[in-house]
């Protein structure tokens, strides 16, 4: 090649077109195809043994695990576990060993104490059902080996004079010990009379009748033979006779017309409990008394009718000063050295019914559910919302029911209206977001399109509120066996499975004789 001839130049290849980009959830505008939302996925569950090669990292969540296993955070998914007993004792997240939860009904408070009562017996707390309404929890304490106590006219009774599991172990004890066991005990028998007279008047008691009442009650204590209880009809017959000891407190100076007057409305009252619509349930011996033995309590009074609110709220307040009269006997026993130490957990379900039977009744559930934190007693109270509170008729009672909220270690919110969620955040100290998140599960469910019964958006979801700290939702999911446990819509079952039962034993008429047909109809 000569050295003139021109060099050819190298030609580069044209760059080939790039495919555009696809956004993560598709092409939006016109002719796209965007997605709302990306499902997500899969989410399996192993432990740190089998998984520790897959997911070797050791950050936690952040999720409290002390107590009974609840469900899953909301948002993390992590499991969540809690309880006020090992939150107060173990973990000590709470300086007081109670919860308190309020919710509209039909998602799932009753069904989350239950699992509680369950986790907690597994532990060898004793359960304490103080009151079952409907019942909710009457067949989870059968299947854990408990005591289910029934009362109601015809029923089953409680001799509210009756000092049960306290009475019989100051006797065991003995002593000072004993002593200053039988003073309390005789102070919770007064209460509970005062409170029958409270539900029956619509008023509280005055303080004379008290001294009345507590005169008449060491009497009938010191002059009742050995091994047998006073009861109401004793307690009335003292007040008609009027010994020494009584009218001393009335100041009656031996006139017998001041002592009339001092005790004649007290005595009406009496006469009105063993007359009117409680006279059957408490003016007898107690029907069953609780045994200290057993691995759970429940006092089932869903015998009582629903519009017999007077009767109701009696057996519940009844129903808590056995219950916790028998808590403090055991501890005093123990204290002894003559029995091994339990801790006991009580549920105090559906509140807002003893609250409205009368005026001044919450001093009375203040009176016997004011718990110690030395007495080994955790508490779950459940309501539907503050507004049970604001119903009450004196402003001194709404403070007093309020204060059930504000002395909680634990607050447990289900769906609950936004105004609701205001008034609460002024006790309990509820952000924004949180709010909106609890208003949000109230809103009811969706229209099914084929008939399918849909769930509300709120069911098995909870907030629980500790203090200051930020909330944590959680997302209960019951077992099979919780859910045939507990079924608060047992009265609402279709009755196919009845029908095709009784139709199962019905005759095929097409293939029998006419004779038979004709026996047949």
Known sequence: MSRNTPKTKSKKAPPRPRAPLVPPRGWPGPGGGQVANVDPPTMWRATTVQACGLWPFAAGSGAPMSGVPLGQHLFTGAT?????????????????PSLFMLGMPGLGKSTLVNRMLIGLAATGVVPLVLGDLKPDYADTVRALGGQVISIGRG????????????GAAAERIGGEAGRVLMAETHGRVLNMVAALVTIVRDRPVDDHEQSVLSAALHHLREHTPPGRQPLLPDLLRIITEGPDRVRAVTLDRGDETRYRDAVDPLHRSLLGILDGPLGDTFA??????????????????SRIGEADTQLTAAAMLAAWSDGLGTVAASHALADAGLRPRRWFFTVLDELWRPLRAASGIVDRIDALTRLNRSLGLGDAKITHTLK??????????????RGFVERAGMVVCA??????MEELGQIVGLSRREIDL???????????????REEP???GRFLIKVGGRPGIPIQVAITDTERRLHDTNKRWASNDPVIEQASA???DLSKLSETERNWTA
């Open 505 to 507: 034993h019905v005759p």
């Open 457 to 459: 958006p709120g069911r």
């Open 438 to 452: 609890v208003s949000s599960w109230s809103s009811p469910p969706g229209w099914a399109a084929h008939g399918d």
């Open 415 to 420: 769906g609950l209206p936004r105004q609701e």
């Open 284 to 301: 007898s011996e107690t029907s069953t008394r609780i045994d200290l033995d057993s691995p759970a309590v429940c006092v089932d009074i």
């Open 80 to 96: 969540v576990c809690g309880d006020p007993l090992s939150w107060f004792t173990r973990a000590q997240y709470i300086s007081n």
């Open 388 to 401: 049970d509170a604001e119903a009450l008729g004196t402003d001194s009672d709404r403070v007093k029911a």
């Open 155 to 166: 029923v089953g009774g409680i001799n509210v004079l009756d000092p049960g599991a306290m």
